[in-house]
């Protein structure tokens, strides 16, 4: 019979694409997973990975073997979802995925909550970029995720999956304390016009909609610092490098040297929880939802 844990394994290295990235989605070493598949294969008589440059492919019988791997594991959650809502309270395992800024702002305390008033419920948390969580739940690979949306990029929810709102997020300009705006309580668009700024790199949703809301107000952006962590960013501004668009989740207290304006109309990012419907009578699901809420503030 088939291992559950060693198909788990093999389904995490194809949907992450390597023994690292699933190492770190399954809370294990990547040795740990190394060993999984290569007694799945023993188990098996048959070669599931591959060498391909400095990484690894999937064979087409480990192909085979993830599209079973995928309907065992849905079979599982099922059982788990009718013992978790026959017992009525959460228990079991609940793996959760947040992007960065809310694993750092917004996830600790609900995490310590949940765990203090649940004691039977294994949590679980991965960060990973807003983008690719949704993927995840539909796939199985976590049970829920926190992820976002802004209003240039609205956030798909895929057939099979249900959502909630948590709240929004609002985002200010961060200033070097020197700068000329700095003594304004609020700014327009048009008052960020021929600024030098510090932002995510190209390809993020931060980016293009800096991009999108600068030259709608008729200018082309300076990026001259691109960087990914906001705090970073907070830094840069700091050094009176340029200036920045900054979420209030997860931001951090600010330093001396950086002024924060509040720019109308605000650009605000909106924070949802999702997961799958075939969970939805999970009493974990419920609790974690009513938790990111009640610790939800505006003001994060």
Do not use: N
């Not at 059982?79 to 017992?87: F, G, I, K, Y």
């Not at 995925?97 to 702002?105: M, N």
């Not at 999702?274 to 503030?297: E, F, K």
Request: proline share 7%; glycine share 8%.
């Amino acid at each position: 019979m088939l291992d559950l844990a060693r198909l788990r394994a093999l389904h995490a290295v194809h949907i992450h694409g390597s023994v690292g990235a699933a190492a770190t989605a399954l809370g294990y070493t990547p040795s740990a997973v190394s060993q999984q598949i290569s007694k799945l294969e023993r188990e098996t008589r048959t070669v599931l990975l591959e060498r391909q440059g400095r990484g690894v492919a999937l064979t087409d019988a480990a192909q085979l073997l993830v599209s079973t791997a995928q309907e065992v594991m849905s079979l599982v959650e099922a059982a788990e979802v009718a013992l978790e809502e026959q017992r009525g309270r959460p228990t079991g395992r609940l793996t959760v995925a947040a992007f960065p800024t809310a694993a750092c702002g917004l996830l600790p305390p609900v995490l310590a909550e949940m765990a203090a008033a649940h004691p039977l419920l294994d949590l679980r948390l991965t960060e990973v970029d807003a983008h690719l969580s949704v993927d995840l739940v539909a796939r199985g690979v976590v049970d829920l995720a926190v992820a976002h949306d802004w209003d240039i990029a609205p956030l798909p929810t895929p057939e099979g999956l249900e959502r909630a709102v948590i709240g929004d997020d609002r985002c200010d300009v961060l200033v070097p304390a020197g700068h000329p705006l700095a003594g304004r309580r609020s700014l327009v668009r048009g008052d960020l016009v021929r600024e030098r700024w510090i932002c995510q790199p190209p390809g993020s949703v931060c980016h293009e909609w800096l991009v999108r809301t600068l030259r709608e107000a008729g200018t082309e952006p300076d990026m001259a610092y691109q960087v990914g962590e906001y705090r970073t960013q907070v830094a840069l501004v700091a050094a009176g490098l340029g200036i920045a668009l900054v979420p209030r989740l997860g931001r951090g207290p600010v330093p001396e040297g950086v002024a924060v304006l509040r720019l109308e109309p605000a650009p605000v990012r909106r924070l949802y929880a999702l997961w799958r419907a075939g969970a939805s009578r999970r009493p974990s699901i419920a609790a974690a939802v009513d938790t990111l809420r009640a610790h939800w503030t505006t003001d994060a």
